[in-house]
Structures are given as structure tokens and as C-alpha cells.
């Protein structure tokens, strides 16, 4: 503790900016409070550097920000001879602040940061990024945590976001740099993103579309963040399209839904309220950096909303009939290892290559950038990932909600035409090729013991060698943190994947389930994989699955509270 409190008094000592100088003096005496800020230091993730806002090397400020960006400058200079960084940010609290801060401090080390005039989509970063010939980018955003998160990512010079490794070593230059340091701008000064790269970005997505028009009714919601412009852009050839009004503007408070997420049902109720008094018959909401998206349709007198992996099997279906896949060279198509198994069976039908990769479209793009490297991007057809992220092109190296929009109402209007909803074409593939249902749960841990508590119970499954789960026999466990492959007799063999804290265990009858520690937030993730002849048998399959794997992790254990991914 005397550790911690000497860094709280250096915070105290040095930080100038008044509201963060106000909170240290509120929390002087809450000695949970100074541990759960002081005692570590934010970490990369999945999707990046995300963390509440507040004071401490714990928190989102000013000094954080400084100080990973100078980090990150300095292993640039070791990298790219590029001297162009591009800097993006969303409509969260203080996401243009720390912009500038970012833009500053690369200023101060040599570098020629670009920064983008309005709050603009993490997908357009990435493309940018690329086009613009820059040894890296950064987006400022949090993209569907909770108001009160900021978050920092960072991309290579692919417009890739920087894959563990990369992130691991920028963390290390980090320790080498303290949380206050002076920065001299020498009369330079940061510029502005120029608008043609913007144009060029919608020039491309739109070679994408047959941009055929369509009459049936759309209603989106951005969510309150800085999806408005940019999908109602490429969107141009949906004649009655409808914005809900209350999530139309940039909000960084986010006041119309708690978890400005597409993946809670919470944040659909203004959405669904609007379609269902003007009859839509589709609805799209993307989150606040708008990389990802989710998509519900009429049924009846009720909508439905689909999953992400449902989207996703739904888009990769239409592209491969679209782009008359037969006709390609090694057609292929990048997803996530949690990410629904029924992609190998559209696969199998068109023949395409699967080729999956760890959770993160960091890793993902990885993927494409090796392929580009061996000259096999043409027959990139599409990825994604069960969380609502899709990447439709290879304009970018990053999920692309505003590409995915317009494709999700193309698809759409293809249907309609024929009298087929998406639902009903879903349908008819599970029909045909078996019925896939993927569920996933989360368990959030607080506290500042968080991490070590979901540490423990990945270790107690690593000891546990299950024999069967739900009366399924574990036929082999993958287990990607010790590079192994585990058998029910106790063989094992080593195996060349790469390196996470992933447990995935194999059932019988094609059935999964998949365990990792979330990359950005104390949270467990499980996942489900499940193959039945109908939704009734997976359901009731994937329930047991559930209800064992609760037991199995103690899920009753103090500092667990379930919520929605």
C-alpha cells in the first residue's frame, strides 16, 4: 500500500488540470478508491487501451494519454521512416481532448500528426491510415462501453490495429516514460486530415454497391455517436430511410441508452419504438465509433433482431452468390475461433477457405495483411466476428459498420424483391444445412482484485481435465495460454497457435465451448457452440451446457455479477 500512496502523492504533486486535481483531493481518503487507481496501470486489450475515466495510471486522462502516445511514438521511430500519423476521434467525453494531447505529444518527438476536423468512424482511420502512406494511426474511443469509458487505439502502417506483441512492447516503452514530462511544440503546428482522403473512403464503399434504390422503410439510430452522417451518406439510395430523433446528434453522455451497445436490447428500445409506429420493415443501429453494427427486421406484428453471427452468416451467403465466388482464385473468408461454426458449412457449399483466427479484428486483419503479403487477397470475400463486426472489402483493416450498413439493406432489397424476408433466407439455410445456434454470457467482475479472480478460475478449469460436459464427452481441449492439445486420457501434445488465455473445449456431436478472459474489461466470457436438427434441440442442449458450466466456474462466488455481453 505505501507503493501506491506514493504514487497517489506524486499524482498529487505534479497534476494541474483542475478536475482531475478535484478528485484526488475526494478520494485522499478513500483508501479503496487510491488502490483501484494507483495500484496498476492500464493495459492494451482486444480492441485496444479502454478504461473509466478519471484520475490515476488506473484511469482515462490527460497523463495516460500523454504518456502511451509517447510511448507509442517511440516505437514508431524504430519501425517506419513515415513521419504521418493520423489521429481520429469519436463523440465521447474528452475524445477531442485527448486527440490533441495524442497530436502534441507526436509533435513533440518529430512526428507529422493528421488529425480529422469532426468526430469521425474508426473504420475511416484505418483507410486513411493506409491511403495517406502513414507510419501508424490512432482513434480516441471506448466504441460501445459505457459513458463513462474513454479508450486509445492504435494502428500500424496497414491501417492494422497492432497485434499483442506490438502493443506488449509499446507497454514496456511506457515504463521507461514518466506521467509528466514537458512538451515543446517549437512553433509546429498539428494539421488537418485532407478532405479528399474522406471522399476517396466513400468513392470506394460505394464501388461495393449496385446502389440499385429501395422503397421499403428504414429506420436507424446511430446511437449518439458518429455513425449519423457517414451511414446516412452511403445510404443515399434508400428512399425512405428515418433516424430516431432522440439518438440522432453526438451525445458523450450517451442519456437515451445506458450501454450504447447493439448487442444489449436495451439500447434498441427508441429504434424499435420508431419502427413499429412507421412500419418499417428494417432497422440498423450501429454503436458510437460505428465499426460495428446490428440489424433487426419485422416479423409480423414484432421485430426481430438478429444476432451477429447470424448477420454474419447471412452477409457471407449473399456475397458468395453476389461475387460468383466459382469464379475466383482461392476464394477465402476470416473469422474470429468464437465465431459460429456454420460458416464452415456455407464454406463447404461455395467452396471457400475458413481460416480462423483469435478473438479481434486486430487479429483477424493480421490474417489479411499475411495474405496480402503472399499475394491471396483477391479471393477475400469477407470477415468478421459473432460481436457485430464486419468487414466487407479491403479498403480497410478494421471492422466497417458504415460498409455493412449499406450491404445489410442491398441484401435486404434483394430479398424483398424475391418475397423472402432475411429472417426466412435464414431460415431456409438452416434447413439445409443444420440448424447452428451460438450463444454467448458474460460475468463481470469489480473490484480491484478483479483480474485475479478470473485468473483463478481459469486455472481451476486448466486442472479440472474434464470428461464430459452436459453428457457430451470431451473428445480434445485446445489450450492456446500453454500451446497445447489435451485428450480425456490424458495425452497431450504441444501445438503451434498463438499465445492467449483460451480454453476451448471440443464435445461431441460438433459441439463447443469456448472460455477466455475478456482483452479490455475484468469479464469472462463463455461461449457455445452448438449443431442440432432444430432450435429446440440446440436450445435445450445449450442450456445444460450453461447450467454445468456455472457449477464448474462457482459462478456464485462473491464479486461475480452476471450481465449482458
Request: aromatic share 10%.
Amino acid at each position: 500500500m505505501e507503493k501506491v500512496r506514493n504514487e497517489y502523492y506524486n499524482w498529487l504533486q505534479h497534476c494541474i488540470d483542475p478536475e482531475l486535481v478535484l478528485e484526488l483531493n475526494t478520494i485522499k481518503y478513500d483508501q479503496q478508491k487510491v488502490f483501484e487507481q494507483f495500484s496498476e496501470e492500464l493495459k492494451f486489450g482486444t480492441g485496444g487501451m479502454r478504461g473509466i475515466l478519471g484520475v490515476g495510471p488506473n484511469r482515462m486522462n490527460i497523463y495516460t494519454i500523454r504518456r502511451i502516445t509517447k510511448a507509442f511514438a517511440l516505437f514508431l521511430k524504430k519501425k517506419n521512416e513515415s513521419k504521418k500519423i493520423v489521429i481520429g476521434f469519436d463523440s465521447r467525453k474528452n475524445s477531442k481532448r485527448f486527440a490533441y494531447e495524442a497530436a502534441d505529444v507526436l509533435l513533440a518527438c518529430g512526428f507529422e500528426p493528421f488529425i480529422f476536423s469532426e468526430i469521425i468512424p474508426t473504420p475511416i482511420v484505418s483507410f486513411v491510415v493506409r491511403e495517406f502512406c502513414c507510419a501508424g494511426g490512432i482513434m480516441v474511443t471506448a466504441s460501445h462501453n459505457a459513458a463513462f469509458y474513454n479508450g486509445f487505439k492504435v494502428f500500424g502502417p496497414f491501417g492494422t490495429q497492432l497485434k499483442d506483441a506490438d502493443t506488449n512492447t509499446i507497454s514496456k516503452i511506457a515504463q521507461t516514460v514518466p506521467f509528466f514530462f514537458g512538451i515543446d511544440l517549437a512553433g509546429r503546428t498539428i494539421k488537418t486530415v485532407p478532405s479528399f482522403l474522406i471522399d476517396d473512403y466513400f468513392k470506394v464503399v460505394r464501388s461495393f454497391l449496385s446502389l440499385t434504390p429501395l422503397d421499403f422503410r428504414l429506420v436507424y439510430t446511430p446511437l449518439n455517436g458518429v455513425g449519423n452522417k457517414p451511414v446516412k451518406n452511403v445510404l443515399s439510395f434508400v428512399n425512405d430511410l428515418l433516424i430516431v430523433p432522440e439518438q440522432e446528434a453526438p451525445d458523450s453522455e450517451f442519456k437515451t441508452c445506458k450501454l450504447p451497445n447493439p448487442e444489449d436490447l436495451s439500447a434498441w428500445k427508441l429504434a424499435l419504438k420508431l419502427a413499429q409506429q412507421k412500419h418499417a420493415q428494417l432497422v440498423l443501429a450501429t454503436d458510437p465509433d460505428c465499426d460495428r453494427i446490428g440489424v433487426a427486421e419485422r416479423n409480423g406484428n414484432n421485430y426481430h433482431l438478429f444476432s451477429g453471427n447470424d448477420i454474419g452468416v447471412l452477409l457471407l451467403d449473399y456475397l458468395c452468390k453476389k461475387k460468383k465466388i466459382h469464379t475466383h482464385a482461392a476464394p477465402f473468408v476470416i473469422k474470429s475461433i468464437v465465431t459460429t461454426n456454420m460458416v464452415e458449412a456455407i464454406a463447404k457449399k461455395y467452396g471457400l477457405t475458413v481460416y480462423s483466427t483469435l478473438t479481434g479484428f486486430k487479429n483477424i486483419c493480421g490474417k489479411m495483411d499475411e495474405l496480402a503479403a503472399a499475394n491471396m487477397l483477391d479471393g477475400f470475400v469477407l470477415a468478421f466476428e459473432e460481436s457485430f463486426g464486419y468487414l466487407c472489402g479491403t479498403h480497410a483493416r478494421d471492422k466497417d459498420g458504415v460498409l455493412a450498413a449499406a450491404l445489410v439493406c442491398e441484401m435486404a432489397g434483394v430479398y424483398y424483391k424475391n418475397k423472402e424476408t432475411l429472417l426466412k433466407r435464414l431460415e431456409r439455410l438452416y434447413e439445409e444445412l443444420g440448424f447452428y445456434l451460438s450463444f454467448a454470457e458474460s460475468f463481470v467482475f469489480e473490484g480491484a482484485g478483479a483480474m485475479e479472480q478470473i485468473s483463478k478460475i481459469m486455472q481451476r478449469l486448466r486442472a479440472g481435465a474434464m470428461q464430459n460436459l452436459a453428457g457430451l464427452k470431451v473428445i480434445r481441449i485446445l489450450d492456446y495460454k500453454l500451446s497445447k492439445e489435451i485428450f480425456p486420457a490424458k495425452a497431450e501434445k504441444p501445438i503451434d497457435v498463438p499465445y492467449s488465455d483460451v480454453l476451448i473445449f471440443y464435445l461431441e456431436e460438433q459441439t463447443q465451448v469456448i472460455v477466455r478472459p475478456s482483452g479490455t474489461e475484468p469479464k469472462l466470457k463463455l461461449y457455445y457452440l452448438v449443431v442440432a436438427k432444430d432450435v429446440v434441440a440446440a436450445t435445450a442442449k445449450s442450456n445444460c451446457l450453461k447450467r454445468q458450466m456455472k457449477e464448474i466456474i462457482g459462478i456464485c462466488e462473491k464479486g461475480i455479477v452476471k450481465r449482458g455481453l
